[in-house]
């Protein structure tokens, strides 16, 4: 079993800058992709950015890239998303998840339904 906890949501201004954390604990061996996912209401949920823990390769999705960036740190096992320069169209419940296990630097592309474990999400809200 994994365990995710999403924290550091919030409300912000257009333009405004928040840092999302992800806490990974349990059966976490192997090699794996962690991917944030975003939804709102009415939607599907959305791939925003992703992970590897073999080789540290990063995916953006183009709504994202240059404004978001995703790190790791090991020692804490926590991994964070970095999300600036945002705009109301960022407002969403932000979930991170893990991926299955994977061979080293094997590419995956996170989709929602290939993630196995969710975290509970954390809201960002970008109002004026």
């Known amino acids: 079993q994994v365990q995710l906890v999403e924290s550091g949501g919030g409300v912000v201004h257009p333009g405004g800058s928040l840092r999302l954390s992800c806490v990974v604990s349990?059966?976490?061996?192997?090699?794996?992709?962690i991917a944030w996912f975003r939804q709102v209401p009415g939607k599907e949920r959305e791939g925003v950015s992703s992970i590897s823990t073999s080789d540290g390769d990063t995916w953006y999705a183009d709504s994202v890239k240059g404004r978001f960036t995703i790190s790791r740190d090991e020692s804490v096992n926590t991994v964070y998303l970095h999300t600036n320069a945002l705009t109301p169209d960022d407002t969403a419940v932000y979930y991170c998840a893990k991926g299955p296990d994977l061979g080293y630097s094997e590419y995956f592309h996170p989709t929602a339904d290939r993630m196995e474990y969710w975290g509970k999400g954390t809201r960002v809200t970008v109002s004026s």
């Open positions: 349990g059966s976490t061996d192997g090699f794996y992709n």
